[in-house]
Protein backbone atom coordinates (compact mmCIF):
# COMPACT_ATOMS: atom_id res chain seq x y z
CA UNK A 1 0.00 0.00 0.00
CA UNK A 2 2.53 2.23 0.91
CA UNK A 3 4.80 1.86 -2.16
CA UNK A 4 2.43 4.17 -4.48
CA UNK A 5 2.24 6.74 -1.79
CA UNK A 6 5.97 7.36 -2.45
CA UNK A 7 5.95 7.50 -6.39
CA UNK A 8 3.53 10.10 -5.84
CA UNK A 9 5.67 12.20 -3.82
CA UNK A 10 8.53 12.18 -5.91
CA UNK A 11 6.26 13.14 -9.00
CA UNK A 12 5.39 16.12 -6.81
CA UNK A 13 9.13 16.89 -5.65
CA UNK A 14 10.05 16.90 -9.54
CA UNK A 15 7.17 19.30 -10.16
CA UNK A 16 7.60 21.72 -7.76
CA UNK A 17 11.00 22.84 -9.82
CA UNK A 18 9.99 26.43 -10.71
CA UNK A 19 11.40 29.50 -12.54
CA UNK A 20 12.65 32.20 -10.87
CA UNK A 21 13.62 35.63 -12.04
CA UNK A 22 17.31 34.75 -12.25
CA UNK A 23 17.60 31.52 -13.19
CA UNK A 24 18.87 32.03 -16.38
CA UNK A 25 22.00 33.11 -15.05
CA UNK A 26 24.89 30.51 -14.49
CA UNK A 27 27.73 32.96 -13.65
CA UNK A 28 29.10 35.93 -14.65
CA UNK A 29 30.61 34.63 -18.21
CA UNK A 30 34.16 36.15 -18.09
CA UNK A 31 36.97 34.51 -19.91
CA UNK A 32 40.36 33.43 -17.88
CA UNK A 33 41.89 36.71 -18.03
CA UNK A 34 38.64 38.63 -16.96
CA UNK A 35 37.37 39.73 -20.13
CA UNK A 36 33.36 39.86 -20.25
CA UNK A 37 31.89 37.56 -23.17
CA UNK A 38 29.74 39.18 -25.07
CA UNK A 39 26.94 36.54 -24.25
CA UNK A 40 28.05 33.76 -22.14
CA UNK A 41 26.31 31.72 -18.60
CA UNK A 42 23.34 33.40 -19.43
CA UNK A 43 24.46 37.34 -19.25
CA UNK A 44 24.17 39.65 -21.62
CA UNK A 45 26.06 43.41 -21.99
CA UNK A 46 27.05 45.43 -18.95
CA UNK A 47 30.50 44.46 -19.88
CA UNK A 48 32.25 46.92 -17.34
CA UNK A 49 30.18 45.92 -14.19
CA UNK A 50 30.75 42.04 -15.17
CA UNK A 51 34.91 42.55 -15.26
CA UNK A 52 34.47 44.18 -12.47
CA UNK A 53 32.66 41.90 -10.02
CA UNK A 54 35.23 39.34 -11.64
CA UNK A 55 37.78 40.94 -9.61
CA UNK A 56 35.80 40.84 -6.37
CA UNK A 57 35.38 36.96 -7.29
CA UNK A 58 39.22 37.29 -7.07
CA UNK A 59 39.20 39.25 -4.18
CA UNK A 60 36.71 36.59 -2.49
CA UNK A 61 39.07 33.82 -3.54
CA UNK A 62 41.98 35.23 -2.03
CA UNK A 63 40.91 36.05 1.08
CA UNK A 64 43.04 37.90 2.80
CA UNK A 65 41.94 41.00 2.96
CA UNK A 66 39.23 41.67 5.27
CA UNK A 67 36.22 44.46 5.14
CA UNK A 68 36.18 44.95 1.49
CA UNK A 69 32.79 46.75 0.14
CA UNK A 70 31.16 47.08 -3.30
CA UNK A 71 27.86 48.77 -4.20
CA UNK A 72 25.93 48.25 -7.28
CA UNK A 73 24.69 51.29 -8.46
CA UNK A 74 22.53 52.13 -11.29
CA UNK A 75 18.43 51.76 -12.68
CA UNK A 76 15.99 49.58 -12.06
CA UNK A 77 16.57 46.67 -14.10
CA UNK A 78 19.88 47.43 -15.43
CA UNK A 79 20.38 44.19 -13.70
CA UNK A 80 21.95 44.53 -10.47
CA UNK A 81 20.59 41.40 -8.66
CA UNK A 82 21.52 39.19 -11.60
CA UNK A 83 25.25 40.18 -11.15
CA UNK A 84 25.08 39.64 -7.61
CA UNK A 85 23.54 36.18 -8.75
CA UNK A 86 26.34 35.37 -11.53
CA UNK A 87 28.69 36.36 -8.99
CA UNK A 88 27.57 34.04 -6.49
CA UNK A 89 27.38 31.22 -9.03
CA UNK A 90 31.01 32.08 -9.90
CA UNK A 91 31.84 31.84 -6.75
CA UNK A 92 31.07 28.43 -6.47
CA UNK A 93 29.81 25.96 -3.58
CA UNK A 94 32.56 26.32 -1.12
CA UNK A 95 32.53 29.77 -0.54
CA UNK A 96 29.69 31.37 1.35
CA UNK A 97 27.16 33.89 -0.18
CA UNK A 98 24.26 35.09 1.95
CA UNK A 99 21.71 37.26 0.12
CA UNK A 100 19.35 39.59 1.95
CA UNK A 101 17.21 42.23 1.19
CA UNK A 102 17.50 45.65 3.17
CA UNK A 103 14.43 45.87 4.32
CA UNK A 104 14.80 42.35 5.83
CA UNK A 105 16.27 43.58 9.02
CA UNK A 106 13.43 45.08 10.26
CA UNK A 107 12.40 42.18 11.87
CA UNK A 108 10.22 42.20 15.17
CA UNK A 109 11.94 39.35 16.70
CA UNK A 110 15.18 40.55 17.08
CA UNK A 111 17.05 43.71 16.84
CA UNK A 112 18.36 45.33 13.59
CA UNK A 113 22.01 44.95 15.02
CA UNK A 114 21.26 41.14 15.45
CA UNK A 115 19.82 40.49 12.28
CA UNK A 116 22.88 42.29 10.39
CA UNK A 117 25.43 40.20 12.57
CA UNK A 118 23.52 36.94 12.03
CA UNK A 119 24.25 37.82 8.44
CA UNK A 120 27.90 38.65 8.72
CA UNK A 121 28.45 35.71 10.72
CA UNK A 122 26.43 33.40 8.09
CA UNK A 123 28.74 34.65 5.40
CA UNK A 124 32.11 33.58 7.09
CA UNK A 125 32.68 29.51 6.90
CA UNK A 126 35.36 27.68 8.85
CA UNK A 127 36.74 24.83 7.64
CA UNK A 128 37.14 22.23 10.38
CA UNK A 129 39.59 19.76 9.30
CA UNK A 130 40.21 15.95 11.31
CA UNK A 131 42.12 13.11 10.77
CA UNK A 132 40.79 9.56 11.16
CA UNK A 133 41.46 6.36 11.31
CA UNK A 134 39.45 4.90 7.97
CA UNK A 135 39.61 1.46 6.43
CA UNK A 136 38.85 1.85 2.45
CA UNK A 137 39.02 -1.17 0.29
CA UNK A 138 36.96 -2.89 -2.34
CA UNK A 139 34.20 -5.05 -0.26
CA UNK A 140 34.69 -9.29 -1.40
CA UNK A 141 31.99 -10.43 0.34
CA UNK A 142 29.32 -9.70 2.89
CA UNK A 143 28.00 -11.99 4.51
CA UNK A 144 25.56 -11.83 7.47
CA UNK A 145 24.23 -14.46 9.79
CA UNK A 146 20.44 -14.58 10.29
CA UNK A 147 20.18 -16.03 14.00
CA UNK A 148 17.46 -18.91 14.25
CA UNK A 149 16.19 -17.11 17.37
CA UNK A 150 14.59 -14.25 16.76
CA UNK A 151 14.09 -13.01 20.41
CA UNK A 152 18.34 -13.39 20.85
CA UNK A 153 18.94 -8.99 22.22
CA UNK A 154 21.88 -7.74 19.05
CA UNK A 155 21.93 -11.64 17.57
CA UNK A 156 22.84 -9.66 14.59
CA UNK A 157 26.29 -10.78 13.35
CA UNK A 158 28.41 -10.55 10.44
CA UNK A 159 31.45 -10.86 8.70
CA UNK A 160 32.99 -8.31 5.96
CA UNK A 161 36.00 -9.00 3.85
CA UNK A 162 37.88 -6.60 2.21
CA UNK A 163 40.34 -6.07 -0.51
CA UNK A 164 43.07 -3.88 -1.64
CA UNK A 165 45.40 -4.39 -4.30
CA UNK A 166 48.22 -6.20 -1.93
CA UNK A 167 45.92 -7.37 0.82
CA UNK A 168 42.52 -9.16 2.25
CA UNK A 169 40.95 -9.07 5.30
CA UNK A 170 38.16 -10.37 7.19
CA UNK A 171 36.28 -7.54 9.23
CA UNK A 172 33.62 -8.98 11.98
CA UNK A 173 30.55 -6.96 11.45
CA UNK A 174 28.23 -5.76 14.76
CA UNK A 175 24.49 -4.64 14.27
CA UNK A 176 25.32 -1.40 13.70
CA UNK A 177 27.89 -1.63 10.76
CA UNK A 178 25.77 -4.24 9.55
CA UNK A 179 22.58 -1.54 9.57
CA UNK A 180 24.51 0.98 7.90
CA UNK A 181 25.89 -1.12 5.53
CA UNK A 182 22.33 -1.85 4.36
CA UNK A 183 21.48 1.31 4.49
CA UNK A 184 24.12 2.52 1.76
CA UNK A 185 23.20 -0.47 -0.08
CA UNK A 186 26.45 -1.98 -0.21
CA UNK A 187 27.09 -4.78 -2.42
CA UNK A 188 30.47 -7.29 -3.70
CA UNK A 189 32.50 -5.37 -6.14
CA UNK A 190 31.98 -1.87 -4.54
CA UNK A 191 34.63 0.14 -3.17
CA UNK A 192 33.88 1.52 0.60
CA UNK A 193 35.00 3.46 2.98
CA UNK A 194 34.74 2.90 6.81
CA UNK A 195 35.33 5.29 9.48
CA UNK A 196 36.72 3.63 12.35
CA UNK A 197 36.00 5.90 15.22
CA UNK A 198 31.85 6.65 14.06
CA UNK A 199 31.35 3.36 12.00
CA UNK A 200 29.80 5.58 9.06
CA UNK A 201 30.13 3.82 5.57
CA UNK A 202 30.92 5.56 2.63
CA UNK A 203 30.55 4.31 -0.81
CA UNK A 204 33.21 5.95 -3.46
CA UNK A 205 31.93 3.72 -6.43
CA UNK A 206 32.01 0.19 -8.08
CA UNK A 207 35.36 -1.44 -8.92
CA UNK A 208 36.83 -1.11 -12.14
CA UNK A 209 36.81 -4.65 -12.09
CA UNK A 210 33.20 -4.88 -12.21
CA UNK A 211 32.46 -3.19 -15.23
CA UNK A 212 31.07 -6.11 -17.07
CA UNK A 213 27.95 -6.84 -14.80
CA UNK A 214 25.59 -4.71 -16.43
CA UNK A 215 22.67 -5.27 -14.45
CA UNK A 216 23.33 -3.70 -11.21
CA UNK A 217 24.23 -0.02 -12.68
CA UNK A 218 22.50 3.08 -12.75
CA UNK A 219 23.14 5.91 -15.24
CA UNK A 220 25.14 7.65 -12.20
CA UNK A 221 27.64 4.83 -11.28
CA UNK A 222 31.12 5.62 -10.37
CA UNK A 223 33.53 3.34 -11.38
CA UNK A 224 36.85 3.50 -9.65
CA UNK A 225 40.43 1.75 -8.78
CA UNK A 226 40.68 -1.01 -6.65
CA UNK A 227 42.70 0.99 -4.11
CA UNK A 228 46.52 -0.24 -3.31
CA UNK A 229 48.71 -0.83 -0.45
CA UNK A 230 46.75 -0.93 3.35
CA UNK A 231 43.83 -1.37 4.20
CA UNK A 232 43.88 1.07 7.22
CA UNK A 233 44.63 4.79 6.74
CA UNK A 234 44.37 8.19 8.40
CA UNK A 235 42.70 10.58 6.14
CA UNK A 236 41.70 13.80 6.44
CA UNK A 237 38.49 14.93 6.72
CA UNK A 238 36.48 18.49 6.63
CA UNK A 239 34.01 19.74 6.73
CA UNK A 240 32.29 23.63 6.73
CA UNK A 241 30.29 25.14 8.67
CA UNK A 242 29.41 29.00 8.91
CA UNK A 243 30.18 30.82 12.10
CA UNK A 244 26.68 31.40 12.59
CA UNK A 245 25.99 27.63 12.88
CA UNK A 246 28.70 27.43 15.42
CA UNK A 247 27.40 30.09 17.54
CA UNK A 248 23.92 27.98 17.20
CA UNK A 249 24.61 24.86 17.70
CA UNK A 250 26.68 26.52 20.60
CA UNK A 251 23.91 28.49 22.41
CA UNK A 252 22.61 26.42 25.51
CA UNK A 253 19.14 28.05 25.06
CA UNK A 254 18.49 26.76 21.24
CA UNK A 255 20.46 23.98 20.74
CA UNK A 256 21.38 22.90 17.32
CA UNK A 257 17.75 21.81 16.20
CA UNK A 258 16.63 25.66 16.23
CA UNK A 259 18.83 25.23 12.61
CA UNK A 260 16.41 23.19 11.08
CA UNK A 261 14.05 25.43 12.72
CA UNK A 262 15.28 28.98 11.87
CA UNK A 263 14.01 30.30 14.78
CA UNK A 264 17.45 31.13 16.56
CA UNK A 265 16.91 34.29 17.89
CA UNK A 266 18.89 36.21 19.31
CA UNK A 267 22.68 35.11 20.42
CA UNK A 268 24.24 36.14 22.97
CA UNK A 269 27.56 38.07 23.10
CA UNK A 270 29.22 36.47 25.15
CA UNK A 271 28.95 32.93 23.33
CA UNK A 272 30.08 34.78 20.16
CA UNK A 273 33.10 35.79 22.13
CA UNK A 274 33.83 32.70 22.89
CA UNK A 275 33.48 31.06 20.14
CA UNK A 276 35.74 33.60 17.98
CA UNK A 277 37.96 32.70 20.45
CA UNK A 278 37.67 28.86 20.20
CA UNK A 279 38.19 29.47 16.20
CA UNK A 280 41.21 31.91 16.43
CA UNK A 281 42.30 28.59 18.55
CA UNK A 282 41.74 26.25 15.95
CA UNK A 283 43.37 28.40 13.25
CA UNK A 284 46.30 28.47 15.10
CA UNK A 285 46.79 24.49 15.77
CA UNK A 286 45.75 24.19 11.88
CA UNK A 287 43.09 22.33 12.70
CA UNK A 288 40.36 25.02 10.81
CA UNK A 289 41.05 27.86 8.59
CA UNK A 290 38.47 30.65 7.59
CA UNK A 291 36.79 31.01 4.17
CA UNK A 292 35.52 34.24 3.63
CA UNK A 293 32.40 34.62 1.81
CA UNK A 294 30.21 37.33 0.22
CA UNK A 295 27.07 39.30 2.14
CA UNK A 296 24.99 40.61 -0.83
CA UNK A 297 22.26 43.36 0.51
CA UNK A 298 20.05 44.30 -2.29
CA UNK A 299 17.72 47.96 -1.64
CA UNK A 300 20.76 49.05 0.81
CA UNK A 301 18.61 52.39 0.74
CA UNK A 302 16.37 50.43 2.80
CA UNK A 303 18.54 50.25 5.86
CA UNK A 304 18.42 53.46 8.31
CA UNK A 305 21.55 55.36 9.99
CA UNK A 306 22.15 52.83 12.97
CA UNK A 307 22.49 49.60 10.44
CA UNK A 308 24.86 52.02 8.44
CA UNK A 309 26.94 52.45 11.36
CA UNK A 310 27.25 49.24 12.22
CA UNK A 311 28.24 48.36 9.29
CA UNK A 312 31.08 50.80 8.89
CA UNK A 313 32.06 49.49 12.24
CA UNK A 314 31.80 45.68 11.17
CA UNK A 315 33.75 45.72 8.21
CA UNK A 316 36.49 46.46 10.45
CA UNK A 317 36.85 43.02 11.88
CA UNK A 318 39.36 40.70 10.59
CA UNK A 319 36.32 38.12 9.97
CA UNK A 320 34.02 40.52 7.62
CA UNK A 321 33.26 38.79 4.44
CA UNK A 322 32.85 40.74 1.63
CA UNK A 323 29.97 43.37 1.38
CA UNK A 324 27.99 43.95 -1.79
CA UNK A 325 25.53 46.29 -1.33
CA UNK A 326 22.50 47.27 -4.68
CA UNK A 327 20.81 50.15 -4.88
CA UNK A 328 18.75 52.34 -7.57
CA UNK A 329 18.30 55.65 -6.24
CA UNK A 330 19.89 58.35 -6.66
CA UNK A 331 20.56 61.10 -4.21
CA UNK A 332 18.39 60.55 -1.53
CA UNK A 333 17.21 61.05 2.45
CA UNK A 334 19.31 58.46 4.39
CA UNK A 335 16.94 56.77 6.51
CA UNK A 336 16.90 58.17 10.28
CA UNK A 337 17.82 61.11 9.09
CA UNK A 338 16.87 64.66 7.73
CA UNK A 339 20.32 64.27 5.71
CA UNK A 340 20.42 63.59 2.24
CA UNK A 341 23.20 61.41 0.33
CA UNK A 342 24.25 59.61 -2.83
CA UNK A 343 22.14 55.87 -2.97
CA UNK A 344 21.17 56.77 0.74
CA UNK A 345 24.21 55.69 2.11
CA UNK A 346 26.29 57.79 4.16
CA UNK A 347 29.35 59.27 2.65
CA UNK A 348 31.58 58.23 5.91
CA UNK A 349 30.32 54.75 4.61
CA UNK A 350 30.26 55.19 0.57
CA UNK A 351 33.74 56.39 1.31
CA UNK A 352 35.29 53.00 1.89
CA UNK A 353 33.10 51.43 -0.93
CA UNK A 354 34.24 50.32 -4.47
CA UNK A 355 31.46 51.65 -6.54
CA UNK A 356 30.69 49.74 -9.73
CA UNK A 357 27.87 51.19 -11.78
CA UNK A 358 25.19 49.51 -14.00
CA UNK A 359 24.20 51.38 -17.53
CA UNK A 360 20.81 50.94 -19.29
CA UNK A 361 21.04 48.25 -22.18
CA UNK A 362 21.07 48.60 -25.92
CA UNK A 363 18.43 47.54 -28.01
CA UNK A 364 20.26 44.51 -29.01
CA UNK A 365 21.40 43.23 -25.70
CA UNK A 366 18.00 43.73 -24.96
CA UNK A 367 16.69 41.22 -27.92
CA UNK A 368 19.21 38.66 -26.58
CA UNK A 369 18.44 39.23 -22.73
CA UNK A 370 14.66 38.61 -24.08
CA UNK A 371 15.69 35.22 -26.03
CA UNK A 372 17.16 33.71 -23.27
CA UNK A 373 14.42 34.68 -21.02
CA UNK A 374 12.61 32.83 -24.10
CA UNK A 375 14.37 29.84 -23.42
CA UNK A 376 14.40 29.90 -19.58
CA UNK A 377 10.44 30.08 -19.56
CA UNK A 378 10.24 27.64 -22.64
CA UNK A 379 7.84 29.59 -24.46
CA UNK A 380 8.67 30.02 -28.75
CA UNK A 381 8.38 33.08 -30.19
CA UNK A 382 8.21 34.13 -34.15
CA UNK A 383 10.79 36.42 -35.23
CA UNK A 384 8.28 39.28 -35.81
CA UNK A 385 6.37 38.83 -32.51
CA UNK A 386 10.06 38.51 -30.86
CA UNK A 387 11.15 42.36 -32.78
CA UNK A 388 7.34 43.48 -31.46
CA UNK A 389 8.40 41.98 -27.80
CA UNK A 390 11.96 44.02 -27.91
CA UNK A 391 9.99 46.89 -29.03
CA UNK A 392 7.81 46.93 -26.00
CA UNK A 393 10.44 46.53 -23.86
CA UNK A 394 12.53 49.66 -25.08
CA UNK A 395 9.12 51.97 -24.46
CA UNK A 396 8.13 49.88 -20.83
CA UNK A 397 10.79 48.56 -19.07
CA UNK A 398 12.86 45.32 -19.52
CA UNK A 399 10.77 43.48 -16.51
CA UNK A 400 7.48 44.20 -17.75
CA UNK A 401 8.67 42.90 -21.19
CA UNK A 402 9.90 39.85 -19.31
CA UNK A 403 6.72 39.17 -17.68
CA UNK A 404 4.67 39.45 -21.21
CA UNK A 405 6.86 36.15 -22.08
CA UNK A 406 4.57 33.33 -19.84
CA UNK A 407 1.11 35.56 -20.47
CA UNK A 408 1.35 35.46 -24.02
CA UNK A 409 2.44 31.95 -24.42
CA UNK A 410 -0.58 31.36 -22.11
CA UNK A 411 -2.78 33.09 -25.23
CA UNK A 412 -0.84 31.60 -27.88
CA UNK A 413 -1.77 27.93 -25.76
CA UNK A 414 -5.50 28.96 -25.94
CA UNK A 415 -5.89 29.56 -29.88
CA UNK A 416 -3.53 26.07 -29.70
CA UNK A 417 -0.61 27.64 -31.41
CA UNK A 418 2.87 26.54 -30.73
CA UNK A 419 4.49 29.82 -31.29
CA UNK A 420 3.66 33.30 -29.49
CA UNK A 421 2.79 35.33 -32.69
CA UNK A 422 2.21 39.28 -33.10
CA UNK A 423 -1.92 39.21 -31.97
CA UNK A 424 -0.92 37.41 -28.53
CA UNK A 425 1.93 39.89 -27.71
CA UNK A 426 -1.14 42.41 -28.25
CA UNK A 427 -3.63 41.12 -26.45
CA UNK A 428 -1.33 40.77 -22.92
CA UNK A 429 0.19 43.98 -24.14
CA UNK A 430 -3.53 45.38 -24.49
CA UNK A 431 -4.96 43.12 -21.03
CA UNK A 432 -2.00 44.12 -18.77
CA UNK A 433 -0.94 47.73 -18.52
CA UNK A 434 2.72 49.20 -17.90
CA UNK A 435 3.73 51.71 -15.15
CA UNK A 436 3.69 54.68 -17.80
CA UNK A 437 -0.06 53.46 -18.90
CA UNK A 438 -1.28 53.32 -15.59
CA UNK A 439 0.27 56.48 -15.15
CA UNK A 440 -1.29 58.06 -17.69
CA UNK A 441 -4.78 56.44 -17.11
CA UNK A 442 -4.61 57.68 -13.30
CA UNK A 443 -3.96 61.25 -14.67
CA UNK A 444 -7.08 61.07 -17.17
CA UNK A 445 -9.08 59.51 -14.87
CA UNK A 446 -8.65 62.27 -12.29
CA UNK A 447 -9.39 64.94 -14.94
CA UNK A 448 -12.23 63.48 -15.62
CA UNK A 449 -13.77 64.22 -12.01
CA UNK A 450 -11.42 66.55 -11.18
CA UNK A 451 -13.63 69.19 -8.86
CA UNK A 452 -14.03 66.60 -6.19
CA UNK A 453 -12.00 63.69 -5.94
CA UNK A 454 -8.84 65.63 -5.88
CA UNK A 455 -9.85 67.49 -2.61
CA UNK A 456 -11.17 64.85 -1.20
CA UNK A 457 -8.10 62.40 -2.03
CA UNK A 458 -5.50 65.09 -0.08
CA UNK A 459 -8.14 65.10 2.80
CA UNK A 460 -7.89 61.24 3.20
CA UNK A 461 -4.42 61.49 2.72
CA UNK A 462 -3.82 63.83 5.42
CA UNK A 463 -6.29 61.86 7.85
CA UNK A 464 -4.52 58.56 7.26
CA UNK A 465 -1.36 60.31 7.98
CA UNK A 466 -2.69 61.99 11.71
CA UNK A 467 -4.06 58.87 12.40
CA UNK A 468 -0.45 56.84 11.78
CA UNK A 469 1.20 59.43 13.64
CA UNK A 470 -1.54 58.75 16.84
CA UNK A 471 -1.16 55.11 16.54
CA UNK A 472 2.88 55.34 16.77
CA UNK A 473 2.58 57.75 19.62
CA UNK A 474 0.18 55.26 21.68
CA UNK A 475 2.36 52.18 20.62
CA UNK A 476 -0.43 49.50 21.40
N1 LIG B 1 23.08 41.43 -18.25
C1 LIG B 1 22.02 40.62 -18.10
N2 LIG B 1 22.03 39.41 -18.69
C2 LIG B 1 20.97 38.59 -18.57
N3 LIG B 1 19.86 38.88 -17.87
C3 LIG B 1 19.78 40.06 -17.26
C4 LIG B 1 20.87 40.98 -17.33
N4 LIG B 1 20.53 42.09 -16.64
C5 LIG B 1 19.30 41.86 -16.15
N5 LIG B 1 18.84 40.64 -16.50
C6 LIG B 1 17.52 40.10 -16.14
O1 LIG B 1 16.58 41.15 -16.24
C7 LIG B 1 15.69 41.17 -15.12
C8 LIG B 1 15.84 42.48 -14.33
O2 LIG B 1 17.14 42.63 -13.81
P1 LIG B 1 17.48 42.82 -12.25
O3 LIG B 1 18.80 42.20 -12.00
O4 LIG B 1 16.36 42.35 -11.42
O5 LIG B 1 17.60 44.40 -12.19
P2 LIG B 1 17.92 45.33 -10.92
O6 LIG B 1 18.26 44.46 -9.76
O7 LIG B 1 19.06 46.17 -11.37
O8 LIG B 1 16.70 46.17 -10.70
C9 LIG B 1 16.06 39.96 -14.29
O9 LIG B 1 15.22 38.89 -14.66
C10 LIG B 1 17.49 39.69 -14.68
O10 LIG B 1 17.81 38.34 -14.47
MG1 LIG C 1 17.26 44.25 -7.91
Given at each position: ???????????????????????????????????????????????????????????????????????????????????????????????????????????????????????????????????????????????????????????????????????????????????????EKVQSKDIITLDKAT??????????????????????????????????????????????????????????????????????????????????????????????????????????????????????????????????????????????????????????????????????????????????????????????????????????????????????????????????????????????????????????????????????????????????????
Open positions: MSIPKITQEVKDITRIERIGAHSHIRGLGLDDSLTARASSQGMVGQRTARKSMGIVVHMAREGKIAGRAVLLAGPPGSGKTALAMGLAQALGSETPFVSIAGSEIFSLEMSKTEALTQAFRKSIGVQISEETEVVEGEVVEIQIDRPLDKGAAGAKTGKLTLKTTDMETVYDLGAKLIDNLQKGKITKLGRSLGATGDFDAMGASTRFVQTPQGELQKRKEVSHTLSLHEIDVINSRSQGFLALFAGDTGEIKSEVREQIDLKVAGWREEGKATIHPGVLFIDEVHMLDIECFSFLNRALESDMAPILIMASNRGITRIRGTDYQAPHGVPLDLLDRTLIIATEPYSDEEISKILEIRCEEEDVAFTEKAKTLLTKICTTTSLRYAIQLITASSLVAQKRKAYEVDMIDLKKVYELFVDVKRSTQFLKDYQNEFMYNTQEEVDAQEDEAVATDNKSMDTTE
